[in-house]
């Protein structure tokens, strides 16, 4: 059974996070990669820690987290910051077990050394991000 007021405020909700989002700065560089099948061996492979960001473009809570993930990449300038459209690139995804979106993994070296799944908003990406600055 579906709660119809909770799902008003969810909607509501990713309606004010996304108005917030449009309303910044557009034409900011934004420090965020996007990887397919060209280029993702290649940066997540190099010797930085690479926090991976699987999404799609129909996904709410995938697009409640561009702005949270953007604006944090500029903040831990010393890890690389990707994304991986799944829809575009399912052979990346099921190669590392991305079932649910969205889905942040941090690498080094090429190999996978944490997995976040769900929108788990701004503590989330700082807590793997210090946890694994600390390494």
């Known amino acids: 059974m579906v709660d119809e007021e909770l799902e008003k405020l969810k909607k509501k909700q990713l309606e004010e996070i996304l108005k917030l989002h449009n309303q910044s700065n557009i034409s900011e560089k934004t420090s965020v990669i996007d990887l397919d099948i060209n ?5 997540v492979s190099k010797d930085v820690l690479t926090l991976v960001d699987f999404w799609a473009e129909w996904c709410g809570p995938c697009k409640s987290m561009h ?47 944490d997995k976040m799944i769900g929108a788990v ?13 600390l390494n």
Do not use: W
């Open 67 to 113: 702005p949270i993930f953007t604006r944090l990449a500029k903040k831990y300038e010393h890890i690389n910051f990707a994304r991986v459209n799944v829809d575009n690139n399912q052979n990346i995804a099921m190669k590392f077990g991305v079932q649910s979106i969205p889905t942040f993994i941090m690498f080094r070296n090429g190999t996978p050394i």
């Open 39 to 43: 280029n993702f061996e290649q940066i």
């Open 121 to 133: 908003g701004e503590p989330g990406i700082h807590m793997i991000c210090k946890k694994h600055s």
